[in-house]
């Protein structure tokens, strides 16, 4: 046996695996190499036309759906004025989530090879949408570079058993914490998803709620005396701000124009579908209970960008929101890689990855209650930590 391999196998036996070994979890050792290698290179081709080809389509639904919403009101029943401005804000808020994917593919520089194009299309998308531009994409960088990694990761951050409060390990049996017939019965769990997938994205972007802990001051998106923001990052940090302004002042104008109730029907209810899809997205690509989480001695970034699970919500739906869902594994291992070539390179990256390319076709709304219960809470110790209920 070489020295070399007697290292490792020392290395190996130093770590603490025990819920690996419990969940027949391998540790990968894929290359980010073998991974590029495999996905032909026309998949990371940037083509800025095509891309811009993706932002008419989503504006032209945009409109389309306001023209037919337009004639909502020369209707004379109240109720099916009500169902169908509630079928409009269901509509614009699937296209909306679908621009939301594109100005996140702007923070990527993966709209155009010009940076340039990228951020001046970037800030304007997501601005009208209410996203402080450059301040997410610096925190969504960090969430890339340390995905699945258990203290560095930005977003949807396990909480520990000692930060629940759940009582020592030794002295929980079954190693799922204490249960309360009341607090997990499972209309108190519905609403507490309601909670989680109605206000969830604004409560990041303020609070960031999934965030790490412990928090030594106010983290926000808002706040640049955080973790989130270095000192270069000041400027880019004014631009975002300076870009919600615009688009709340023009929100506020066109109240004043046409109405707080026109502006609330036109846009407020959509974008809260958008809030509610985007928060549903992400958390179901990083929250299951077969996804693990790593310690600083096992993690690094092809491991860490292996766990997330790819889900398909249907032909529509995938392709409104520009297949965000369907193909996030690609899109953890290589970001800046135009979402129009993903599908044709998770194929690839499936045969790399193997059994550890993770996809799941449970219903959604069925995975996002099942992902819930099930993951609550993860131990204290161990290199290798799965979600607990």
């Not at 990968?28 to 800025?48: G, M, N």
């Not at 759940?166 to 108190?188: F, N, Q, R, T, W």
């Not at 965000?324 to 790399?352: C, G, L, Q, R």
Request: charged share 20%; proline share 4%; glycine share 6%.
């Amino acid at each position: 046996m070489s020295d070399n391999t007697e290292s490792i196998k020392t290395e190996k036996q130093a770590l603490n695996l025990d819920e690996a070994i419990a969940k027949g979890w391998e540790i990968p050792d894929f290359t980010i190499k073998e991974i590029r290698d495999a996905i032909p290179s026309h998949c990371f081709r940037i083509d800025t036309f095509r891309s811009f080809g993706y932002v008419l389509h989503d504006f032209f639904f945009v409109a389309l759906l306001m023209y037919g919403a337009s004639k909502i009101d020369t209707l004379s029943s109240p109720y099916i004025r009500f169902v169908l401005w509630a079928t409009y804000s269901v509509l614009q808020g699937i296209v909306g989530t679908g621009l939301w994917v594109i100005g996140h593919e702007c923070g990527h520089q993966a709209f155009s090879p010009s940076k340039t194009i990228n951020n001046s299309v970037g800030i304007i998308i997501h601005s009208l949408l209410l996203v402080p531009y450059y301040s997410w994409k610096i925190s969504h960088s960090k969430h890339h570079k340390s995905n699945g990694h258990l203290y560095n990761d930005m977003v949807y951050v396990p909480r520990t058993r000692s930060h629940r409060k759940l009582g020592p390990k030794e002295e929980d049996h079954e190693l799922d914490g204490p249960h309360s017939a009341l607090m997990e019965s499972p209309i108190v769990e519905t609403a507490k998803i309601f909670r989680l997938v109605v206000f969830g994205w604004v409560c990041y972007v303020l609070l960031d709620v999934t965030g790490k802990r412990p928090k030594k001051t106010w983290t926000s998106h808002f706040n640049f005396n955080c973790h989130i923001f270095e000192e270069h990052n000041y400027a880019d940090f004014v631009k975002s701000n300076i870009g919600l302004a615009v688009a709340i002042s023009g929100l506020v104008c066109a109240g004043q124009i046409y109405g707080s109730m026109t502006v609330m029907k036109y846009y407020v209810f959509p974008y809260l579908f958008v809030n509610c899809w985007l928060v549903l997205i992400t958390y179901l690509q990083h929250t299951d209970s077969a996804i693990p989480r790593y310690s600083p001695n096992v993690w690094n970034f092809q491991r860490g960008a292996a766990l997330t699970v790819d889900r398909s919500y249907g032909p529509i739906l995938n392709h409104f929101h520009h297949h965000i869902s369907d193909t996030h594994v690609a899109h953890h291992f290589f970001s800046n890689m135009p979402h129009y070539h993903a599908v044709e390179a998770t194929k690839h990256i499936k045969k790399v990855l193997g059994k550890h390319y993770m996809s799941d076709d449970t219903p959604i709304l069925q995975a996002l209650y099942k992902s819930y219960r099930e993951c609550k809470f993860i131990e204290d110790e161990g290199d290798v930590r799965f979600l607990k209920n």
